[in-house]
């Protein structure tokens, strides 16, 4: 396992709010204004489909890549001088439709992660195409893996093979399965010995779907560094490497993991 010691602190700004209901340029004047507020954040992580909330009209709505979200988080990456990330919907060179993760950096290049598990209670899977990959980003040396909503409820496919140190969820997770939200973060945390970043978003969409929030940020312990219940705002938190470092020295369970390929 590579020495994390010498790794700086990592500081992310997690914006939690309402989103305006399949109105990107409300979105984009809104979350200009929340930006303003992340201060010196290396990282601001916003709601999953932040332009338009969870939506299936895909067809409808859908981006072409390097669209004006691709545009528009390139200019704020840069003007506040962070990596912005969330997802929006996305219609690939391919022609299908994502719930694409967007990694924008402040030097203008932009990653991303294809939503892997679609939800299908709200018939996600009969508008968009899943992810093939998990992918790694790296910010400050901090190794990052991005998921989306859904995905938390698999551990396999969130199981830490590569050494990550934090795993980031962006999503709209609704009010009624709070209580799960809550318990399956922790565990997340606590069985990929790494720090959760996760952002929920609050209000209600256009479907009439009540939101509760509570993004947050657990150690790897699944102990809570900061939860935000429901309130409306931008809430920063610093990660120490070196706890991080310290603790997988002193209980390194991840050495007896089971190996296995995702196919």
Request: net charge negative; charged share 25%.
């Given at each position: 396992?590579?020495?994390?010691?010498?790794?700086?602190?990592?500081?992310?700004?997690?914006?939690?709010?309402?989103?305006?209901?399949?109105?990107?340029?409300?979105?984009?004047?809104?979350?200009?204004?929340?930006?303003?507020?992340?201060?010196?954040?290396?990282?601001?992580?916003?709601?999953?489909?932040?332009?338009?909330?969870?939506?299936?009209?895909?067809?409808?709505?859908?981006?072409?890549?390097?669209?004006?979200?691709?545009?528009?988080?390139?200019?704020?990456?840069?003007?506040?001088?962070?990596?912005?990330?969330?997802?929006?919907?996305?219609?690939?060179?391919?022609?299908?439709?994502?719930?694409?993760?967007?990694?924008?950096?402040?030097?203008?290049?932009?990653?991303?992660?294809?939503?892997?598990h679609l939800f299908?209670?709200?018939?996600?899977?009969?508008?968009?195409?899943?992810?093939?990959?998990?992918?790694?980003?790296e910010i400050k040396?901090?190794?990052?893996?991005?998921?989306?909503?859904?995905?938390?409820?698999?551990?396999?496919?969130?199981?830490?093979?590569?050494?990550?140190?934090?795993?980031?969820?962006?999503?709209?997770?609704?009010?009624?399965?709070?209580?799960?939200?809550?318990?399956?973060?922790?565990?997340?945390?606590?069985?990929?010995?790494?720090?959760?970043?996760?952002?929920?978003?609050?209000?209600?969409?256009?479907?009439?779907?009540?939101?509760?929030?509570?993004?947050?940020?657990?150690?790897?312990?699944?102990?809570?560094?900061?939860?935000?219940?429901?309130?409306?705002?931008?809430?920063?938190?610093?990660?120490?490497?070196?706890?991080?470092?310290?603790?997988?020295?002193?209980?390194?369970?991840?050495?007896?993991?089971?190996?296995?390929?995702?196919?």
């Open positions: 396992m590579r020495d994390l010691s010498a790794l700086p602190n990592l500081k992310i700004a997690l914006v939690q709010t309402t989103l305006a209901w399949h109105d990107r340029e409300a979105n984009y004047a809104h979350f200009e204004v929340l930006l303003d507020q992340a201060g010196d954040a290396d990282l601001v992580i916003l709601p999953e489909m932040f332009t338009t909330g969870f939506s299936m009209e895909s067809e409808r709505l859908a981006e072409p890549e390097n669209g004006p979200t691709y545009k528009w988080l390139k200019a704020h990456a840069k003007r506040i001088n962070a990596v912005i990330t969330g997802s929006v919907i996305i219609q690939a060179a391919d022609g299908s439709h994502r719930n694409r993760l967007l990694w924008a950096r402040p030097d203008g290049e932009i990653l991303h992660y294809d939503k892997r299908r209670m709200a018939g996600e899977h009969k508008h968009y195409t899943p992810g093939e990959r998990q992918v790694q980003f040396g901090w190794r990052v893996r991005p998921l989306i909503c859904y995905d938390l409820r698999f551990p396999v496919w969130s199981r830490d093979a590569q050494d990550t140190d934090l795993l980031l969820y962006t999503a709209n997770w609704p009010k009624a399965r709070r209580a799960h939200w809550n318990r399956l973060l922790p565990a997340r945390g606590i069985e990929n010995l790494c720090f959760v970043a996760a952002v929920n978003r609050v209000g209600t969409d256009g479907k009439g779907f009540a939101y509760s929030g509570d993004s947050q940020v657990l150690d790897f312990q699944g102990e809570r560094l900061l939860n935000a219940g429901e309130a409306d705002g931008v809430f920063m938190v610093e990660l120490w490497a070196q706890q991080l470092a310290e603790y997988r020295s002193r209980f390194p369970a991840n050495m007896d993991a089971d190996s296995f390929e995702l196919h």
